[in-house]
């Protein structure tokens, strides 16, 4: 099948290519992640924008991004690095999702040591209705890169903005990059939050009343969206 061409000069797809530099930048600055593990994706039309496999982030250039359609796999890939290993979920996310235009991946340390427990967040903060319902998902495990864990993500994240994979990190997603990554961020406090009162007894649960009322007033605030 045909790829999508990267049209030469194209301001708004160097600008998204900068952006999603700038963002992996950022998501280790701030100890969301490590080294070169994570990953960015950006929806560009019928295609995706992601990271390349293996490149540690302060190396990467925005010509080294891939260029994914949508409809393809990682043989239809344009650029000079291969695609993130883990393109099956970006791909799989972004196809199914179409309010979504941007996932963030990262290995952050308190959400991912509540995937390695293949915990979820309950109801423990009310701030947990800005993911979309009662809880954060924890995915089932599948190894890195596979069409399994693409799809138990993709079942983690029905109804969700955001869920664990079990054994392995978090998944965020957003309308953009920087509401993406807010989210992320958010889970990572929420999660190392909630660990924090696993230790001293382990929180009070708010109930299914409660968070739909906080979800109406997220909506009626327009909460996270600004």
């Not at 109801?123 to 800005?130: D, E, G």
């Amino acid at each position: 099948m045909p790829s999508p061409k990267r049209k030469k000069s194209d301001p708004e797809d160097l600008a998204l290519r900068r952006s999603i530099i700038e963002h992996c930048l950022a998501m280790n600055a701030a100890g969301l992640n490590q080294g070169a593990s994570g990953n960015i994706s950006v929806r560009r039309g019928e295609a995706m924008l992601i990271t390349p496999s293996g490149i540690p982030y302060a190396q990467t250039t925005p010509e080294m991004i891939a260029l994914m359609p949508l409809s393809g796999g990682r043989e239809d890939a344009q650029g000079p690095k291969a695609p993130s290993s883990e393109w099956r979920f970006h791909r799989d996310i972004l196809r199914a999702r179409p309010e979504v235009n941007a996932v963030v991946h990262c290995h952050a340390p308190y959400a991912t040591a509540l995937a390695m427990t293949r915990r979820g967040i309950p109801a423990s903060h009310y701030m947990v209705a800005l993911f979309g319902g009662d809880d954060v998902r924890c995915a089932d495990y599948a190894t890195f890169g596979t069409q399994a864990l693409s799809d138990n993500a993709l079942r983690a994240l029905e109804g969700r903005k955001a869920c664990l994979l079990a054994n392995h990190g978090l998944l965020a997603c957003g309308p953009s990059l920087e509401k993406a990554m807010a989210l992320a961020v958010e889970l990572e406090a929420l999660a190392r939050q909630h660990h924090l009162a696993l230790q001293i007894g382990g929180p009070a649960i708010l109930t299914p009343g409660q968070m739909d009322e906080t979800r109406e007033m997220i909506r009626s605030l327009n909460y996270g969206n600004g």
